[in-house]
């Protein structure tokens, strides 16, 4: 239930929430839904900054997770959200692929 409501924090933008659980026993806030989507994924599709830096300072992301973010990040516009993704160490915007786009396609396919 408490892997849940990570995701669940995160795409709705409860930082303190988020802040709690990742101070839980027990949390892992990487694991992903049946979709394959993790609480960073969540984040930087909704654009919250201050969670996507939550979590990468927690280390709470794998390279492709981060990746997948930073797409989705761009492709809605997040450009906060993106840049903190670009910053964070491990991740490659230049190879950051998922659905068939790197972060820069998506982001000018998308208008922005």
Known sequence: M???LSRWAARFGHEAMVSVLLQ???ID???QNT???TALM????EGFSEIVSCL???RRWADAE????LRRAASAGHAKAGRRLVAAEGINSDTARACGGVALIAAAHSGH
């Open 66 to 69: 981060g990746g997948i973010g």
């Open 2 to 4: 408490c892997l849940v």
């Open 29 to 31: 806030a990487s694991v």
């Open 35 to 37: 979709d394959g989507d």
């Open 24 to 26: 839980t026993a027990g």
């Open 56 to 58: 990468i300072a927690g």
């Open 42 to 45: 969540a984040a930087a599709s």
